[in-house]
């Protein structure tokens, strides 16, 4: 008898292994006119190293920013940097522009940068902040420790009244974090939520919407970000929430919130579009990236090789491409020409339960991939299979199979004698580690 194998979905992973063996890491569903697939995370390729971590990435007048260690710089098209001057401070910044000039939170201290001069001025009126954003050219930074926000003259960063501020009323908690979307202002405070508006009020031009209120806070401060028209962002309780209107929708899974709710350090969020996928990448530097795909409705995780998380952690799109850095000092591309990450191959891997209502032979296991797209021509894949007959806690062997070289089409991952099991206890694994897309089309049992 022939069984088809669910090993082509996203990520459940928690503790509960007979509930969980569901993975994927480093490939993520496809859905196409015949069906769903899993396809390989795409790699990068090295552009430039500015001197320091890259703590963020910015689009603006046509011009990719980058801050990396205590430096600005431009990046250009080439990808040459060009340093522009100190915006001192360590850890994530936060750059939102107006039609003339950047501002930069950095270190608690605020920075603007001219559009025509590229001349950097600190701040000194604005408060001690790590969040800001642009709303009908006022500049919004929220202020540290409190309930208050504060904004800017119109289309002036530099000038900022100590009057011009409000307060998030609706519960008496402080401010986390606060982001623009479709010209609406969403306050995240520690327990709650707001949404305000400009009403073009002479004297108080940005009050709280009607309605705009809900009972769910933030837990980081740059777990926010925009996506498929709406807000994401991980919530007060370590779930994540999609704003619908003014009602957060849970959008995680058990598996994905009991992985988050391990991690130790605070999350850095980016989103981006990426060949007809959305992503919401979530990362907790150096110990968890999990990233949720609005197009399929799917998460997975994502692991860079000998870490825990995956290396980009900030994004922006300029010069018709993609780029990408995080601590590791180097700014890169996203591209499909790559399978790898700074020389470091990407383990790709789908894990999946096999269950049957009774003691069962596994004769044959035929992997379905689309194979002989290798980046050099003179590799041969290899794919590992590894099997668990105990749930998924253990996976004592592996097994080594062959998928063809370039230009080898009809290959296919067949595993034969595999042996017998009990119901709900066998788990396969299959993984590649190669410089080749991974492509995986389904996956078929031959059982007696």
Same mark, same amino acid.
């Given at each position: 008898?022939?069984?088809?194998?669910?090993?082509?979905?996203?990520?459940?992973?928690?503790?509960?292994?007979?509930l969980?063996?569901?993975e994927?890491i480093n490939?993520?569903p496809?859905?196409?006119?015949?069906?769903?697939g899993?396809?390989?995370?795409?790699?990068t390729?090295?552009?430039v190293?500015?001197?320091?971590?890259i703590?963020?990435l910015?689009a603006?007048?046509?011009?990719?920013y980058?801050?990396?260690?205590?430096?600005?710089?431009?990046?250009s098209?080439?990808?040459?940097a060009?340093?522009?001057?100190?915006?001192?401070?360590?850890?994530?910044?936060?750059?939102?522009?107006?039609?003339f000039?950047?501002?930069i939170?950095s270190?608690?201290? *605020?920075?603007?940068?001219q %559009?025509?001069? #590229?001349?950097?001025?600190?701040?000194? $009126?604005?408060? =001690?902040?790590?969040?800001? +954003?642009?709303?009908?050219?006022?500049g919004?930074?929220l202020e540290?420790?409190?309930g208050?926000f504060?904004?800017?003259?119109?289309?002036?960063?530099?000038?900022?009244?100590?009057?011009d501020?409000?307060t998030?009323?609706?519960?008496?908690?402080n401010?986390?974090?606060?982001?623009v979307d479709?010209?609406?202002?969403?306050?995240?405070g520690?327990?709650s939520?707001?949404?305000?508006t400009?009403?073009?009020?002479?004297?108080?031009?940005?009050?709280r919407?009607?309605?705009?209120?809900f009972?769910r806070?933030?837990?980081? *401060?740059?777990s926010?970000a %925009?996506?498929? #028209?709406?807000v994401?962002?991980?919530? $007060?309780?370590l =779930?994540v929430?999609?704003? +619908?209107?003014?009602?957060?929708?849970?959008?995680?899974?058990?598996?994905?919130?009991d992985?988050?709710?391990?991690?130790?350090?605070?999350?850095?969020?980016?989103a981006?579009n990426?060949?007809g996928?959305?992503?919401?990448?979530?990362?907790?530097?150096?110990e968890?990236?999990?990233c949720?795909d609005?197009?399929?409705?799917?998460?997975?995780?994502?692991?860079?090789?000998?870490?825990?998380?995956?290396a980009?952690?900030?994004h922006?799109?300029a010069?018709g491409?993609?780029w990408?850095?995080?601590?590791?000092?180097?700014?890169?591309?996203?591209?499909?020409?790559?399978?790898?990450?700074t020389?470091e191959?990407?383990?790709?891997?789908?894990?999946?339960?096999?269950?049957?209502?009774?003691?069962?032979?596994m004769?044959?296991?035929t992997f379905a991939?689309?194979?002989g797209?290798?980046?050099?021509p003179?590799d041969?894949?290899?794919?590992?299979?590894?099997?668990?007959?105990?749930?998924?806690?253990t996976?004592p062997d592996?097994?080594?199979?062959?998928?063809?070289?370039?230009?080898?089409?009809?290959y296919?991952?067949?595993?034969?004698?595999?042996?017998?099991?009990?119901?709900?206890?066998?788990v396969v694994?299959?993984a590649?580690?190669?410089?080749?897309?991974?492509?995986?089309?389904?996956?078929?049992?031959d059982i007696?």
């Amino acid at each position: 008898m022939i069984i088809e194998l669910p090993i082509v979905g996203g990520s459940f992973e928690n503790d509960s292994k007979i509930l969980s063996t569901q993975e994927a890491i480093n490939v993520y569903p496809e859905q196409s006119t015949t069906g769903v697939g899993l396809v390989g995370l795409h790699g990068t390729l090295d552009q430039v190293t500015p001197g320091g971590p890259i703590r963020a990435l910015h689009a603006a007048f046509g011009t990719l920013y980058c801050v990396a260690g205590p430096e600005l710089y431009e990046i250009s098209s080439a990808g040459v940097a060009t340093a522009l001057g100190s915006v001192a401070g360590t850890g994530t910044c936060c750059i939102t522009h107006n039609i003339f000039e950047l501002l930069i939170l950095s270190g608690g201290k *605020a920075f603007t940068v001219q %559009k025509d001069t #590229n001349v950097i001025a600190a701040v000194p $009126d604005i408060p =001690v902040s790590s969040v800001c +954003d642009y709303l009908d050219g006022y500049g919004i930074v929220l202020e540290t420790g409190s309930g208050r926000f504060h904004y800017t003259t119109i289309n002036d960063f530099d000038t900022i009244s100590g009057i011009d501020f409000a307060t998030a009323e609706g519960a008496p908690d402080n401010l986390v974090s606060l982001i623009v979307d479709h010209r609406e202002l969403i306050l995240l405070g520690e327990t709650s939520g707001e949404i305000w508006t400009n009403t073009g009020d002479a004297t108080n031009p940005i009050q709280r919407a009607p309605g705009g209120f809900f009972e769910r806070g933030c837990k980081s *401060a740059h777990s926010s970000a %925009k996506l498929d #028209n709406s807000v994401i962002w991980l919530g $007060d309780d370590l =779930v994540v929430y999609r704003l +619908d209107g003014a009602r957060p929708v849970r959008l995680s899974n058990h598996g994905i919130e009991d992985q988050i709710a391990k991690t130790t350090v605070d999350p850095i969020a980016m989103a981006y579009n990426w060949h007809g996928h959305a992503f919401y990448q979530l990362t907790f530097p150096g110990e968890l990236t999990v990233c949720f795909d609005a197009a399929t409705k799917t998460w997975h995780t994502r692991k860079t090789d000998l870490r825990l998380d995956y290396a980009p952690q900030h994004h922006a799109y300029a010069y018709g491409k993609h780029w990408v850095g995080g601590a590791n000092n180097i700014l890169y591309q996203l591209s499909t020409d790559s399978y790898e990450h700074t020389g470091e191959l990407y383990r790709s891997r789908a894990i999946g339960p096999f269950r049957t209502p009774q003691y069962a032979t596994m004769n044959e296991l035929t992997f379905a991939f689309a194979a002989g797209e290798q980046v050099n021509p003179s590799d041969e894949s290899e794919v590992f299979l590894e099997i668990s007959d105990d749930g998924g806690r253990t996976f004592p062997d592996r097994l080594t199979t062959s998928i063809g070289a370039a230009g080898q089409y009809r290959y296919a991952a067949r595993f034969h004698c595999l042996g017998g099991f009990w119901d709900a206890q066998r788990v396969v694994r299959i993984a590649m580690t190669d410089q080749a897309r991974f492509s995986l089309i389904g996956a078929f049992a031959d059982i007696t």
